[in-house]
């Protein structure tokens, strides 16, 4: 199984959060009552407390004790944005499943010419989410084949009960994708030396050389060889579909969840997701036998904390961020099949919060108050409160995963899950 190491551009990557959303507080009413929640902003004159990511009561703020409402005075808090309309293709949590076979649908990979032009090295093609601009022309099998491997991606990350919404940046009707005729061009178009592809959070665009692809030269078409290649375009395409959700998620699980879809047996536009047990310990085969990487979480607590410049320090060399790629796997696999119940319940509630980020952020940007600039920037008037950018939004809902377990009791449980099913883990 040969895997071509990908690469995640993190260097423009903007951690956006609602700052409305504070961390869990005990609130008091006029009776002696207390619940605990989040303070999600004000409406009218009522306090909006979010006691679970699926649930946000108003309540009267002259009901609240006077400690509450001079804490709420000092948030200075910003009117409630309109509500962004629900996805019907989002299942409430408690109806989602685990996928079987995943498979893309025809439509979905009918591949239309929007232009070509040998002068300008420019041949563009879309099919139904995506665009591809490639330096050189495609033949129409190859063409399918890649726009294939795209949409079934998009498929299989929707199917997932993580609860991602696949939608393509603002501004754009559909993803973008950058196909270059060689690995100095790609270079030249900022894909780190390093990587067989990558997807730059910057400007929204999925770069892949052809030799990752096993693409040859026939005249004056490409084909594919014999070194036809899924993997790299799985992992970063599933970047590209998730990209609103990357903010607000520690660096493990951005890698860790590129990494869940690529280890699942895919074929010709269909990914085997119920076999997910068989890839994990077939993906862990392979690094013993071929790489001679036992498979080694480290030190849970601080993979699990490690913001994004510990992260690149910690991946000073492909052979350590190889093996901070499969760490991450490890837990992301770990909390999907082995946590607690095995149906990855914290996980998905995990997921859920941070798509209440995602939405929050989604209203943030759709209230006519706020202006974009270019360069990513923006202003707002002041009574506003502006998305969170620090690096902390990325951990907020992190507890829910940790649910008042120590490090220690769930580094035990990793073991043990993993024992369950035949692979040896070592944690600290």
């Known amino acids: ?45 009522s306090v909006l407390l979010r006691v679970s990511p699926e649930k946000t009561i108003p309540f009267p703020l002259a009901r609240l004790s006077a400690e509450d409402q001079a804490f709420i005075k000092a948030q200075s808090a910003a009117p409630v944005a309109p509500p962004t309309a629900a996805d019907p293709k989002r299942l409430p949590i408690e109806q989602r499943t685990w ?15 929007v232009s070509e032009s040998v002068a300008e090295r420019k041949y563009v093609y879309q099919s139904e989410a995506f665009e591809f601009t490639s330096q050189a022309k495609l033949a ?14 998009r498929s299989v990350v929707e199917a997932l009960p993580w609860g991602i919404v696949c939608r393509p940046p603002e501004g754009m009707p559909r993803f973008k994708a950058a196909l270059y005729e060689s690995r100095q061009d790609y270079i030249e178009a900022g894909g780190p030396e390093n990587s067989g592809g990558v997807y730059s959070t910057g400007d929204k665009i999925f770069k892949i050389p052809f030799p990752s692809l096993g693409m040859e ?21 599933t970047h590209q579909l998730m990209d609103e959700y990357l903010g607000f998620l520690p660096t493990w699980i951005i890698e860790g969840t590129a990494e869940y879809t690529e280890m699942l047996p895919y074929k010709s536009g269909t ?3 119920d076999a997910h047990k068989s890839g994990m310990k077939e993906d862990a085969s392979v690094w013993e036998k071929q790489e001679g990487f036992q498979p080694d979480i480290g030190k849970l607590e601080e993979h699990m904390t490690m913001t994004r410049e510990e992260w690149t320090a910690a991946c000073s060399s492909p052979t350590k961020m190889r093996d901070m790629y499969h760490r991450s796997q490890l837990l992301v696999y770990y909390f999907c099949h082995l946590d607690g119940d ?9 997921m859920e919060a941070v798509h209440g980020e995602v939405t929050a952020m989604r209203a943030f940007f759709a209230d006519p108050r706020v202006k974009r600039m270019e360069g990513g920037r923006f202003s707002y008037p002041r009574e506003l409160t502006p998305p969170d950018m620090s690096g902390a939004a ?10 008042e377990r120590p490090y220690a009791k769930i580094a035990s449980e990793i073991i043990a899950g993993y ?5 040896k883990v070592r944690v600290e």
């Open 394 to 403: 990325a951990f907020k809902h992190l507890p829910i995963l940790l649910d």
């Open 99 to 113: 996928p079987q076979n995943v498979e893309v649908p025809a439509r979905s990979v009918e591949i239309s010419v």
């Open 271 to 273: 990914f085997r997701a």
């Open 140 to 153: 129409g099998s190859v063409m399918k084949e890649v726009a294939r491997t795209f949409e079934a991606t």
């Open 1 to 45: 199984m040969h895997k071509i190491t990908p690469c995640l551009c993190l260097l423009t990557l903007c951690c956006l959060s609602s700052q409305a959303q504070a961390a869990p507080r005990d609130w008091t009413d006029d009776t002696g009552r207390k619940v605990q929640a989040e303070f999600a902003g004000m409406q009218g004159d």
């Open 342 to 350: 095995k149906k990855g319940t914290r996980f998905i509630r995990f």
């Open 419 to 423: 024992k369950d099913i035949g692979i």
């Open 217 to 237: 030269k026939r005249g004056q078409t490409y084909f594919k060889n014999d070194n036809y290649s899924n993997g790299t375009l799985v992992h970063e395409i």
